[in-house]
Nanobody, 121 residues
Framework: VHLVESGGGMVQAGASLRLSCTGS????????MGWFRQAPGKDREFVAR????????DVADSVKGRFAISKEDDPNTVYLQLDNQESEDTAVYYC???????????????WGQGTEVTVSS
């Protein structure tokens, strides 16, 4: 399984970005997909997850109301919409695929290479 993220960049506070992650490989479609982020000097932080059907999802309290995770027609692609961004959102964002609903770093089966988001105030 191979995960490829895209959509990161440099934006000003209050702006929006849409991150994408596409997975490839056999039996990938039934994985829970999610996002973590890691800011400079900080631990990796859970951001959001969505089940393989797209019927269940949630986001971390720290981004609730500003970020949203979704799937569209392609079951192998997940999106993370980042709205009203703050400087604290600056981080490398990683896509993950997990063979269960619980999404913690230690149980993630696959990781993307990361896409960098920089928010200037």
């Amino acid at each position: 399984v191979h995960l490829v993220e895209s959509g990161g960049g440099m934006v000003q506070a209050g702006a929006s970005l849409r991150l994408s992650c596409t997975g490839s490989g056999p039996t990938f479609a039934r994985y829970t997909m999610g996002w973590f982020r890691q800011a400079p000097g900080k631990d990796r932080e859970f951001v959001a997850r969505i089940n393989w059907r797209g019927a269940m999802s949630d986001v971390a309290d720290s981004v609730k109301g500003r970020f949203a995770i979704s799937k569209e027609d392609d079951p192998n692609t997940v999106y993370l919409q980042l709205d009203n961004q703050e400087s604290e959102d600056t981080a490398v964002y990683y896509c993950v695929a997990v063979s269960r609903w619980i999404v913690q770093p230690a149980v993630c089966d696959y990781w993307g290479q990361g896409t960098e988001v920089t928010v200037s105030s």
